[in-house]
């Protein structure tokens, strides 16, 4: 069964306080987070403080995905405003090996992520550093868009790398799931499926929640 991770970014930010109820409550089993610069992507989200005020009421991992360039800066800002898993992207850093170092001795899970456009292979040689890879299925900056189907091969590619490696990182994927491809996305050995306009703008997203989880078994 995969894991679900509601993306906040579709959320109601008037009410953003039921909202993150509603998730407790429901079958969902992390909160996505998405923290962009308009910089790394075209969009600004929000960062810190609103994290900080998420972690106050959220009774679940919080998974945060840094779409933002130099990420490295705040890595200690992300824990102490409550991050359990950090993600970062590849195609930001020269150094990520260290990156991903640090984010693990701060004591959080350390997330990579790569957009649609990078091979899956770049990943192997840091594959132990990583307890969570995320696999974009959309390009990164926006809720809403559709799943682009390049992106089964690469969770295929991805499972390979990591069982090859006896490796234990969690492949993720981010954008455009709905209720006609989580399985098939699952399938393809994907573990954590993120899932933002799928759920908040369902008419019922804790019902659409418990069917995305019935998909994924
Ligand atoms: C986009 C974000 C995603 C986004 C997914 O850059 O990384 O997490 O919220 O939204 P949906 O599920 O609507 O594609
Ligand atoms: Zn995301």
Redesign the pocket.
């Known amino acids: 069964m995969a894991l679900i991770a509601p993306?906040m970014?579709?959320a109601d930010f008037l009410n953003l306080g039921s909202e993150i109820e509603m998730v407790n409550n429901s079958e969902a089993d992390w909160f996505?987070l998405?923290v962009?610069d308009g910089r790394f992507?075209p969009n600004i989200s929000y960062g810190m403080p609103i994290i900080a005020h998420m972690k106050r009421t959220a009774k679940k991992t919080l998974d945060v995905?840094l779409?933002v360039e130099d990420p490295e800066r705040y890595l200690e800002d992300f824990k102490k405003a409550g991050a359990d898993y950090l993600t970062i992207h590849y195609e930001t850093g020269y150094h990520l090996h260290r990156t991903l170092t640090s984010i693990r001795a701060l004591g959080m899970k350390a997330g990579l992520a790569i957009n649609p456009h990078t091979p899956v292979e770049m990943v192997q040689d840091i594959i132990q550093e990583i307890d969570l890879l995320l696999v974009?299925s959309?390009n990164?900056?926006?809720?809403?868009?559709k799943f682009l189907p390049l992106t089964y091969a690469k969770i295929r590619k991805a499972k390979e790398l990591i069982n090859a490696a006896g490796a234990n990182t969690l492949i993720e994927i981010?954008?455009?799931?709905t209720l006609d491809n989580a399985a098939d996305i699952v399938a393809a050995g994907a573990d954590v499926l993120?899932?933002?306009?799928?759920v908040f703008a369902a008419a019922d997203p804790t019902a659409t929640i418990k069917k995305l989880k019935e998909l994924t078994k």
Do not use: R
């Open positions: 993306s970014l579709s996505h998405d962009m992507v995905h779409m974009m959309i990164p900056g926006f809720g809403g868009q981010d954008g455009g799931v993120v899932a933002g306009n799928t």
